[in-house]
Nanobody
Framework: VRLVESGGGLVQPGGSLRLSCAASGITFDDYTIGWFRQVPGKEREGVSCISSSDGSTSYADSVKGRFTISGDNAKNTVDLQMNSLKPEDTAVYYC?????????????????WGQGTQVTVSS
């Protein structure tokens, strides 16, 4: 199983970025995909996830209304559209996968992880 994130970078406050997670070695229909982020010295935080069972989504309170997760089973990709970015969104963003129909923002349930992509929000 391989997960590869892309789309990170430097953006000004109020700007947007779109992250993408490309998966190989799994059948997307069977896996829930989550996005997490981590800053140095802090625990990894669940940002959003999309359930394999029905495509339902979950978001951390800190990103609700600003971030949108979406999946493309045909391409085996899950994107995270991030709008109205704030300096506190700065982190390394990771995508993760678990063979479960239920979504979760608990990092402990995920089995596979990407290497991460840096997002920096700064003027």
């Amino acid at each position: 199983v391989r997960l590869v994130e892309s789309g990170g970078g430097l953006v000004q406050p109020g700007g947007s970025l779109r992250l993408s997670c490309a998966a190989s070695g799994i059948t997307f229909d069977d896996y829930t995909i989550g996005w997490f982020r981590q800053v140095p010295g802090k625990e990894r935080e669940g940002v959003s996830c999309i359930s394999s069972s029905d495509g339902s989504t979950s978001y951390a309170d800190s990103v609700k209304g600003r971030f949108t997760i979406s999946g493309d089973n045909a391409k085996n990709t899950v994107d995270l559209q991030m709008n109205s970015l704030k300096p506190e969104d700065t982190a390394v963003y990771y995508c993760a996968a678990v063979r479960s129909p239920e979504g979760s923002l608990n990092q402990g349930v995920y089995d596979y992880w990407g290497q991460g992509t840096q997002v920096t929000v700064s003027s």
